[in-house]
């Protein structure tokens, strides 16, 4: 197989298509990425959003917090081309599950708004039909240590910048972003999960993400052992493309609108 669109030609209607993404999908959409020129591991030690730090020192943490928030989610992103073709695939059920280690919130965004587009004329229920696993949390929220509330993470961002280091919640627990640290553990129900869709999936496409860190590194080789064909999109090589079946060197709003055109529903 020697590209996306001969791949998409491929899939058949009851094939398994898995996507798995990373900080590469969001580039386009203005989301800085973390390794490379400029990445966000440039500006910032990530010692210092390590879990370990989270919990001897909180209040340092929340003030380091709104500089890497000021950097990675000043703005208001919207989903792209990426997204959205990855959204239709889920409308059109072909895609079987959204992977990702974002934590931006956009492949959502992009399945809602393609489900609201719809008129009905596709699946309305993509969002609960197709998994979108965010395996490493949502920075929308943030979730009390204590008690395990919830609340929006702009609410709290608000309560940090008008001095309240730590933010805790009315149970006295601290409250810390949703996501998961350097050096804490992923949800388990949430990896298992994302491997056993890796595990049934025919076609598995690694998306926009570096491929260093796990389970990032190992999802691909896992489709791969199991049988699936595997795709890497990304600019640039990652050490997946031995295994990998297709290598698209594209950007993901090239590439993935062509590989949607492409799948016959
Ligand atoms: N199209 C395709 N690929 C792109 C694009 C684009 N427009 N822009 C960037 N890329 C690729 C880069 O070549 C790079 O390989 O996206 C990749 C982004 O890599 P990383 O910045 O390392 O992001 P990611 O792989 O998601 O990082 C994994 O590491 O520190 C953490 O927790 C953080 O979830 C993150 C994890």
């Known amino acids: 197989m020697d590209d996306l669109e001969s791949l998409a030609a491929a ?12 900080a590469g999908i969001s580039a386009p959409s203005g989301v ?11 500006r910032f030690d990530e010692g210092q959003f390590e879990y370990g730090r989270f919990q001897r020192d909180p209040a340092g943490f929340w003030e380091d917090r709104l ?7 000043d703005e208001e992103y919207e989903p792209n081309a990426g997204h959205v ?23 959502r965004e992009a399945v809602r708004s393609v489900t609201d587009a719809d008129g009905g ?14 395996l490493h949390g949502n920075s929308q929220r943030v979730r009390c240590v204590e008690c395990g ?7 709290i961002t608000e309560r940090v910048e008008d001095g309240e280091v730590p933010p805790r919640c009315e149970c006295g627990g601290v409250y810390k972003p949703d996501v998961v ?5 992923l949800p388990a129900t949430v990896l298992q999960r994302a491997r056993s869709l890796t595990r049934e999936s025919d076609v598995f496409l690694a998306i926009g993400s570096s491929l260093v860190v796990e389970p990032a590194a190992s999802l691909p080789r ?12 990304n600019l640039e090589a990652t050490p997946c493309d031995s295994i990998a079946d297709v290598r698209c060197r594209e950007d993901v709003t090239e590439a993935l609108p062509r590989f949607r055109d492409a799948v016959d529903p």
Do not use: C, K
């Not at 800085?32 to 440039?42: A, E, I, K, M, N």
């Open 11 to 22: 899939v058949d209607g009851t094939d398994s298509v898995v996507a798995f993404t990373g």
């Open 32 to 42: 800085p990425t973390f390794r490379g020129d400029d990445g966000v591991w440039d």
């Open 67 to 73: 500089e890497l928030q000021a950097v990675m989610f």
């Open 85 to 107: 073709a990855l959204a239709d695939l889920a409308a059109e059920g072909i895609l079987d599950g959204i992977l990702t280690q974002n934590t931006d919130g956009l492949h």
């Open 121 to 134: 004329d596709r699946r309305t229920d993509a969002d609960s039909e197709t998994p979108i696993l965010e």
């Open 149 to 155: 509330q919830r609340q929006d993470n702009d609410t």
């Open 181 to 185: 640290l350097f050096g804490e553990q």
């Open 222 to 233: 896992i489709a791969n052992s199991t049988g699936a064909t595997v795709a890497v999109v």
